[in-house]
């Protein structure tokens, strides 16, 4: 069966270090992947998709990385900054599927 | 624009009782879908549209329904509420699909159901 995982449930960065979150998956090839953030008692907010044929996508601080073989995708947010604090959430899709899959996230912590 | 609206914000069922969740978009938004929130399982997908008239069942559809009369509006009715129900319940739209658009969620429902 199809699963994602993301690589702990939370990860303590000092401030001003880049985060480094990983999503990867199994019995899966999507087509592209999305990235979301999550406060508490709030729903997701999107970030960035990122498709199969882009290695590499940019946002401001954000970074994602989208590897086909390793069924892997990194999400790097650079300069860290105690409101970056959040759960982040990978989901990856198909085109032409409606449906979209989340992992089930992975709490960031930046301390001060 | 409000965005993604949900009502209410909380609610408290007893067993067996039924209820209709809802949720509204002034987007203009073509695709919405509702999904379930539980603690170690991240979000589920209960039930999508992807128009007006359009519905379709997601990965946990059984003991919800939904329809989808206006684009607008895209309510999810628990039929006979179960204890296995309590969560939270997100309520999603996006202009287009899911590949090449930013899905918007709304502020979510928590719902226990006793």
């Known amino acids: 069966s199809q699963k994602i995982e993301q690589n702990s449930e939370a990860l303590n960065i000092q401030e001003g270090k880049t985060a480094t979150l990983t999503c990867n998956y199994t019995n899966y090839s999507p087509a592209y992947l999305q990235w979301y953030r999550q406060d508490p008692g709030r729903g997701p907010v999107f970030l960035l998709l990122i498709r199969e044929n882009e290695k590499e996508k940019r946002k401001e601080r954000l970074k994602v990385t989208f590897d086909t073989t390793l069924k892997q995708s990194l999400f790097h947010i650079t300069a860290s900054q105690p409101a970056d604090s959040a759960t982040y959430l990978c989901?990856?899709?198909?085109?032409?599927?409606?449906?979209?899959?989340f992992g089930t996230g992975t709490r960031l912590t930046i301390i001060p | 624009n409000a965005g993604v609206t949900q009502t209410p914000k909380f609610q408290v069922l007893k067993t067996g009782q039924s209820m209709t969740l809802q949720c509204a978009q002034d987007m203009n938004h073509e695709y919405m879908s509702w999904y379930r929130q539980d603690p170690g399982m991240g979000l589920r997908l209960i039930h999508y549209?992807?128009?007006?008239?359009?519905?379709d069942q997601g990965e946990v559809p059984n003991g919800y329904n939904v329809s989808r009369s206006t684009t607008e509006d895209f309510p999810l009715r628990l039929l006979s509420a179960a204890p296995s129900q309590t969560s939270v319940y997100f309520c999603?739209?996006?202009?287009?699909?899911?590949?090449?658009?930013?899905?918007?969620f709304g502020p979510g429902t928590r719902l226990t159901v006793l």
């Open positions: 999603a739209s996006s202009y287009t699909g899911l590949n090449t658009d930013t899905q918007y």
């Open positions: 989901a990856p899709g198909y085109f032409g599927n409606e449906k979209l899959t």
């Open positions: 549209s992807v128009g007006a008239g359009i519905t």
